[in-house]
């Protein structure tokens, strides 16, 4: 055996070792993995947090057949890999839900209907010297609101090779399907200007701002500087050409806990501001004015991720 291969497999069985020390798969011993007699278990690759479930946010739509898709991955966990292909077969478990809200009343969840997904069985095929492969599943989201917690599961219920132990505690992924608008995200801030008075405070402004979703079109800033906090951003859904972008949209900018003296400013110095586009990466791009009192301010917010 090569030297890399020893490697490999040293740093594979440790990380097997942690893997297997939770699972109640009753031919893994808790503090030695036998390999020997069961060398290969199948289980979901994706670690929940320490609530037992994974998140996926969703582009929430006004449309109600409008569906998006998130991916799931289904894992080989061994110090080898399969010769042959292996067909891995993953269920809905509502029964898994159900059991999860009894058991967690306060959490707040409710079963995902569904009507809203498309999910009901599917087998997916490890190929042979492979470990991993993804399955999808379509969600609806406009039924869906931004304070709403659903969830799905899925349970892997079988294989094609009878040796392949199936997990005992990673055999079932538990979903929270979250909903977000097409403009989340983080943005970095690529102009500013921060003006009160006589003095230029551009150079407090955080580098990095989230937008978070509060509706499908409606959106919080995540900052809060000077004792001003957030502000709330409505994305009108009408496209027209702005400013040279031939498919823009006219933003209305709210501060609902101090509305008083709040202005957005539209045409500032001559500029053509409180628009959002998207630029020739597919990221969205925010350019703002507003005076706060005597503060005025302008913002340009191009979008990370």
């Known amino acids: 055996m ?47 947090n320490a609530s037992g479930y994974v998140k996926r946010s969703l582009e929430l739509a006004s449309d109600p057949n409008a569906a998006f898709p998130a991916s799931f991955k289904v894992n080989l966990s061994s110090p080898w890999q399969l010769e042959e292909d292996l067909t891995v077969t993953v269920k809905l478990d509502e029964a898994a839900v159900t059991r999860y809200i009894a058991d ?3 959490a707040g969840f409710e079963l995902l209907p569904s009507n809203w997904h498309d999910f009901t069985e599917v087998q997916v095929v490890i190929p042979a010297g492979e470990r991993e ?27 094609s090779n009878p040796n392949v132990l199936l997990s005992g505690n990673f055999g079932t992924q538990y979903a929270f399907i979250g909903v977000k608008n097409k403009y989340h995200g983080n943005y970095n801030l690529t102009g500013q200007w ?12 955080p580098e990095t701002t989230s937008l978070r979703t509060t509706s499908a079109t409606g959106l919080v800033t995540q900052y809060s500087y000077a004792g001003w906090g957030d502000m709330e951003i409505e994305v009108d859904q009408t496209p027209q050409a702005i400013d040279g972008h031939s498919e823009a949209y006219k933003l209305v900018l709210t501060k609902n806990d101090d509305p008083d003296g709040w202005v957005q400013l539209d045409d500032y110095q001559g500029g053509v501001w409180n628009y959002c586009y998207k630029d020739s ?17 302008w913002h340009i917010y191009t979008q990370i991720d």
């Open 133 to 159: 492969v993804d399955f999808t599943a379509n969600f609806k989201t406009a039924g869906i609101a931004i304070e709403d917690k659903f969830m799905i599961a899925f349970t892997i219920t079988g294989t």
């Open 104 to 106: 967690n009343p306060d």
């Open 194 to 205: 921060w003006y009160h008075g006589t003095d230029d405070f551009s150079g407090y402004m």
């Open 281 to 297: 990466d597919g990221k969205w791009v925010f350019k703002m004015a507003f005076q706060y009192y005597s503060n005025v301010s």
């Open 2 to 48: 090569n030297t890399l291969r020893k490697i490999f497999i040293s740093i594979t069985a440790v990380a097997l070792l942690f893997l297997t020390s939770c699972l109640d798969d009753e031919m893994v011993d808790v503090m030695n993995p036998d390999f020997a007699s069961s060398p290969y278990i199948v289980d979901f690759n994706e670690m929940p």
